[in-house]
């Protein structure tokens, strides 16, 4: 029998090596010890207007496994986990829907380059979910492209996407051209993991064209969107 760890969210100081330099003045400020444990994320501007206008709380996560990988591998020893699926450190990537298209490419291509290499070198330690600049269909697809030739066979997305312009979360279905991405993964066999990432305290909006018309047909993933953005909104 081998186990898998399928939630196992890991950043490392290389993490956006492949970001232009004009562009990192963008991006928050990861502190690690000396050890390449994550001590914390600072941002100049976070990129997500949520609901208080706060800003996040920075690390979610503080284990050393978090950010170093050989600790990381002692981990997986411990829990007797056979392999691990990489996904993304949330508050340090929390840009992934967020940010200028330019960006957001840049960031998702330096850490797919990144966790890239952390599988090669340790291939039967760890597969990897690859990032997408889903704000941007055709950059997006251009990553996709990249991704796949490149032997991921696993894409990260938000169970929802953020839409700047009206502040809140709305569905994959009301994103135009998210069919296209659909039908590539689907060509392609690519897995579409789907998480719960950084966005927890934004409204959610229901789109005209998916609400029932008898709302006692609601089911029960629907009701608790609606319920979540009620209690949002107080």
């Known amino acids: 029998m081998k186990i898998i760890d399928c939630d196992s969210h ?29 001590t914390e994320i600072n941002y100049k501007i976070d990129p997500i207007t949520n609901a208080d206008a706060k800003f996040p709380n920075t690390l979610h996560c503080d284990l050393p496994g978090t950010s170093n990988i ?3 591998i002692e981990d997986l020893a ?3 986990v056979n392999k691990q699926l990489l996904t993304p450190q949330e508050r340090a990537m929390r840009f992934n ?27 039967d330690k760890f597969f990897a979910a690859a ?5 941007d269909i055709d950059l997006a697809l251009a990553e996709l492209d990249w991704v796949i030739k490149n032997n991921f066979n696993i894409v990260y997305i938000d169970y929802t996407n ?3 312009s009206i502040r809140k979360n709305i569905a994959w279905s009301s994103v135009n051209r998210i069919d296209e991405f659909f039908k590539v993964c689907e060509d ?16 959610f909006q229901i789109p005209e064209e998916i609400k029932p018309l008898n709302p006692d047909s609601m089911d029960w993933l ?9 209690t949002s909104e107080l």
């Open 10 to 38: 890991f950043i490392v100081p290389e993490i956006y090596n492949y970001v232009s330099d004009h562009l990192k003045p963008l991006l928050p400020q990861l502190v690690f010890g000396h050890d390449g444990q994550l």
């Open 70 to 72: 050989l600790k990381r």
């Open 78 to 80: 411990t829990m007797q």
């Open 97 to 123: 829907y967020s940010v200028e298209k330019n960006l957001a490419a840049e960031i998702a291509h330096s850490y797919n380059l990144i966790t890239k290499q952390i599988v090669d070198t340790y291939p």
């Open 131 to 135: 990032l997408l600049p889903l704000q």
């Open 162 to 164: 953020y839409d700047s």
């Open 188 to 203: 392609n066999n690519i897995i579409i993991f789907m998480h719960f990432l950084m966005q927890h305290d934004i409204p």
């Open 222 to 230: 629907e009701m608790s969107l609606r319920s979540e953005e009620h």
